[in-house]
T-cell receptor, first 114, second 111 residues
């Protein structure tokens, strides 16, 4: 186990639905990340949170809304998604101080938009 | 264009052979990391090499870094069928833990 748990593992939703993805880390890390992984594309960094504060928003559409209530939990709220949003959404965590620390990933949520 | 680009995109070898994957990047880095992803799973960290290091070993893995050429290679020796996975390089630009990933190399090791 990597110490990063994502739920649900699979999610099918219509374009008008509202759902949330959850990520929890048990590693005591201060930083958490959301990535999108589409077929034949590199991982796309979406959001970065450091000590619960958002430090990066990589031009993500507003239909994706992150929430980080504390350093151990990260949510991604979804509403009115498009078919091109179907992808694997990965959460990761890391310790940013000292530097040169790896990221630890969850197994992702496979999202399908009908 | 991307920070990290890998080649080959796909590699198929027999068990026991060595597998070499390459990664090139464009800007100065703090460190470079290699990750592995099995089908349907998350990424697993393999090895991290700092910008002032040239070579690093971990078990059957050997990573080199050439900062003058802005490139890195991952060598897996004596491959096994269980090594079948996608392998990604990622560059750390010293921006609060942010990583930039390459497109990855799909490795298939045939028994």
């Amino acid at each position: 186990e990597t110490g990063v748990t994502q739920t649900p593992r699979h999610l099918v939703m219509g374009m008008t639905n509202k759902k949330s993805l959850k990520c929890e880390q048990h590693l005591g890390h201060n930083a958490m990340y959301w990535y999108k992984q589409s077929a034949k594309k590199p991982l796309e960094l979406m959001f970065v949170y450091n000590f619960k504060e958002q430090t990066e928003n990589n031009s993500v559409p507003s239909r994706f809304s992150p929430e980080c209530p504390n350093s151990s939990h990260l949510f991604l709220h979804l509403h009115t998604l498009q078919p091109e949003d179907s992808a694997l959404y990965l959460c990761a965590s890391s310790q940013t101080e000292p530097s040169n620390q790896p990221q630890h990933f969850g197994d992702g949520t496979r999202l399908s938009i009908l | 264009s991307q920070q990290g680009e890998e080649d080959p995109q796909a590699l198929s070898i027999q068990e026991g052979e060595n597998a070499t994957m390459n990664c090139s990047y464009k800007t100065s880095i703090n460190n470079l990391q290699w990750y592995r992803q099995n089908s349907g799973r998350g990424l697993v960290h393999l090895i991290l090499i700092r910008s002032n290091e040239r070579e690093k070993h971990s078990g059957r893995l050997r990573v080199t870094l050439d900062t003058s050429k802005k490139s890195s290679s991952l060598l897996i020796t004596a491959s096994r069928a269980a090594d079948t996975a996608s392998y990604f390089c990622a560059t750390d630009l010293n921006q609060g833990g942010k990583l930039i990933f390459g497109q990855g190399t799909e490795l298939s090791v045939k028994p």
